[in-house]
């Protein structure tokens, strides 16, 4: 069975700080790893998606890569800003005929 | 587009009563699904539909029913609500199942007294 793993569970930095988010998971037969920004008491909001076959994908500030083999990701944001704080999910896509495995996230605060 | 709708925002239950949470989505999108979404939980899977006419159950289906007659609306049924349900629901689609983005609605708040 799938499992996606997100450490830390809360991270606190200064604003302008580069910073790096981790995804591990345990099974490396994956269609795609998506990015997720969820603020308090809202949705998720996708960032970026990453097909299996791609080692990255940018978006701005953002760069998100993946390491099928390795079974690892991460979500790293450039000069970060107090509006990044919010709680940063990712989830795996599983070969096969299982919907999205998503981890628990990442609660991330940007203190200016 | 409006995207993925969700309604009502906010709802709160007595034990025993029944409601629908109403998700629609205008991408003429395939898959739909809903999760729940608790603290220290993350989000887990209630019911996901492929297609309109097909539906599956996820990791939490006990206590909810789905239909799906249209490809637009993908209603969420709470038969006899318990306090166990009380949590945010979110209903998401994407193009197909696999190797597409997900698009997620605002969520319902739902609280069982």
Not at chain 2, 81 to 109: I, K, M, W
Request: with cysteine; aromatic share 8%.
């Amino acid at each position: 069975k799938q499992e996606v793993t997100q450490i830390p569970a809360a991270l606190s930095v200064p604003e302008g700080e580069n910073l790096v988010l981790n995804c591990s998971f345990t099974d490396s037969a994956i269609y795609n790893l998506q990015w997720f920004r969820q603020d308090p008491g809202k949705g998720l909001t996708s960032l970026l998606l990453i097909q299996s076959s791609q080692r990255e994908q940018t978006s701005g500030r953002l760069n998100a890569s993946l390491d099928k083999s390795s079974g690892r990701s991460t979500l790293y944001i450039a000069a970060s800003q107090p509006g990044d704080s919010a709680t940063y999910l990712c989830a795996v896509s599983p070969s096969g005929n299982t919907p999205l495995v998503f981890g628990k996230g990442t609660r991330l605060s940007v203190i200016a | 587009n409006a995207g993925v709708t969700q309604t009502p925002k906010f709802q709160v239950l007595k034990t025993g009563q029944s409601m629908t949470l109403q998700c629609a989505q205008d991408m003429n999108h395939e898959y739909m699904s809903w999760y729940r979404q608790d603290p220290g939980m993350g989000l887990r899977l209630i019911h996901y539909s492929v297609g309109a006419g097909i539906t599956d159950q996820g990791e939490v289906p006990n206590g909810y029913n789905v239909s799906r007659s249209t490809t637009e609306d993908f209603p969420l049924r709470l038969l006899s609500a318990a306090p166990s349900q009380t949590s945010v629901y979110f209903c998401a689609s994407s193009l197909h199942r696999d190797n597409y983005e997900q698009y997620f609605g605002p969520g319902t708040r739902l609280t069982v007294t």
